[in-house]
Every structure is written in C-alpha cells, then in structure tokens.
C-alpha cells in the first residue's frame, strides 16, 4: 500500500482463504480491490504467477511473500519508482547464513552474474529476498519452468530466465532497511520484538492500514475513524486521532 498498489490478489492454502476473506474482506475499506486465488497443493512459488495470469492481465507484476518483513525509512516510496514494465527487479540483503536462501552473485559493478537457490557453497552473501518486481512476460516464464527435484516451480528459476537475457537488476537493501522472515517460530518471535520496540520508542504504529490509506488520500478522515472504531480497542482509536491531528484533518 505505502507504494501505491492497489490491486492485490491474495494466494493461500483452501483451508486458509476464509481466514483472509474475514479478515481484509475485499479490501474497498480502504480503498483497495482485493481478490484470491487458492494454491490446492505446494507448487512452489513460480506458481502465483500461472494462478494469477487472469488476474495480472496485461500488467506487470510484484510478488511478496506473505511471511516477509520489509521495513525502513523511504521504502514504500523507493518502490514505487520501480517501472517493471520491461524486465525483472530482485531485492538482495546481506546475510549470515546464506546456505538458507537462494543467493545472488553480482559483478564488482553491482551485476547480477547468478542465481543460485540455497547453495552448500555460496558465491556471496546476497540472499535473495521475498518481494519481486517481475514485466508481463512472468506468466508464460512460470508455465515454461520445468519443476525441480522437489516438484515445485522454482521462482530461482524464472529469474534465472531474466538473467540469462540480460533482463535482470538487482536493488541492494541498505543497513537501514529491516528485512525479517517470519517462516519459523523464533523468527516471528524476532519480528514481533522489532515491531512492539519500534512502535514503543517512536510512537507511530508499522503498517497501520488506515493510515496508509488515508496518507494516499484512497479514504477520509471520517472513514479512517470510523474502520478504528470498529476495532473497539481505545488503543487504536487515539492513534488514529493523534494522527488526523498531526496531519490538520480535524
């Protein structure tokens, strides 16, 4: 939302897509058209784009994984600008432990040179991370895609399809970016942690919906209030407040 997107179509499991439904609806609350499509079994994560041709249509596409953390000064404004009308852009963060993840090698001028999905010798330490920028092409790319050892459609292997065309750049997430993968107990303990201690210090909530919502001007004061309220915390409904005063908007 903070980079303008709109139009969302959201991937889950058949048992968990009521779970969604109840929770976003479709999404015209806040100014969004929300849509779903169910994955009946692990196909690998290419396959959002074959689910999700229909839904694409002629634009192209971004790709987040559901259980990925991406926050820091100017992000939401920095993809935005991204124009993946032409190509594919991948995010890369530096990493510890590489061997976890698919890894990226890049030239000394910052040039993507391979692709590598969780290699027991890796060439950097560049992980790839779980948001994607991919052109229209990406569809017919997935459904090309022959499915590995596990029987999934690697999405390693469409941007390797991109790279070997020369059609790949790489954005480097700087020190002051926070990515966090929530895929395990401890790290979702890790990145509650850094929510609840962030929010404390400054005071201003992570992705608070309405007010993203009403910072791109998709609702009014009047509903931003109203969708806190609904909530029925108190909590919520004096942010909301302190933000509309901040902003001039009562």
Known sequence: MSSGVREILIITT?????????????????????????????????????????FLGVDPAILI????????????????????????????????NPR??????????????????????PKSNWAVTGLYF?????????????????????ITSVIESYLKEGKLKVNFLSRGIAWLDTGSVKALHDASTYVRVLEERTGLQIANLE?????????????????TAERGDSESREYMSRILRELGLV
């Open 134 to 154: 991919f052109d229209n092409s990406v569809s017919a790319r997935a459904k090309s895609v022959e499915p590995s050892k596990r029987g999934e459609i690697e």
């Open 100 to 121: 976890e993840y698919g890894v990226i090698e890049v030239d000394r001028l910052g040039k993507p040179v391979s692709i590598e999905e969780k290699p027991t010798e």
């Open 65 to 96: 994984l559901g259980d990925n953390v991406f926050h820091g000064p100017g992000l939401g404004g920095n993809l935005s600008r991204i124009n993946a009308k032409s190509g594919a852009e991948i995010f890369a963060y530096q990493v510890s």
């Open 211 to 227: 007010e993203v919502a009403l910072r791109n001007g998709w609702i009014t004061p009047e509903k931003a209030l109203s969708l």
């Open 14 to 54: 058949p048992h968990d897509q009521m779970l969604f439904l109840k929770l976003l609806g479709d999404g015209s609350q806040w100014g969004l058209n929300i849509s779903y499509a169910v994955q009946k079994e692990p196909r690998g994560l290419a396959d959002a784009f074959i689910l999700g041709e229909n």
